[in-house]
């Protein structure tokens, strides 16, 4: 799913291919990258949860003006993904409402 000749942009350079780890699992990525690029390649749509209606938000605006690509990365809660270059063993998590993790039963 990746971009790699973009009909205005022209080609994408090549850059060093890396891994981050979403809720635990591999995901290839490209080092700079936004992390929702790299998790939208490997097909994850979804990056968040809301508070009041725990309803699924993915990429909306994709320039770090809204907050639905919002995620934890490397415990950090409320991390634009849209704008967060990638960094090899980057940690990405799911964020539910307001930065928390999903509660275990």
Same mark, same amino acid.
Do not use: W
């Given at each position: +799913? ?19 780890? !979403?809720?635990?699992? %591999? ?6 990258? %936004?992390?929702?690029?790299?998790? +939208? ?14 309803? %699924? ?13 919002? +995620? ?17 063993? +980057?940690?990405?998590?799911?964020? !539910?409402? !307001? ?7």
């Amino acid at each position: +799913m990746r971009i790699t000749d973009h009909p205005i942009l022209g080609p994408a350079e090549a850059g060093r291919e890396i891994t981050i780890f !979403y809720n635990g699992a %591999p995901v290839p990525a490209v080092e700079g990258e %936004p992390i929702a690029a790299a998790l +939208m390649n490997a097909g994850v749509r979804s990056f968040r949860r809301t508070a009041k209606r725990d309803e %699924p938000r993915g990429i909306f605006c994709a320039i770090g003006r809204c907050t639905d690509c919002m +995620m934890i990365v490397n415990g950090k809660p409320n991390v634009r993904t849209c704008i967060t270059g990638a960094a090899d063993g +980057m940690r990405v998590e799911t964020q !539910y409402g !307001y930065g928390g993790r999903k509660e275990q039963a």
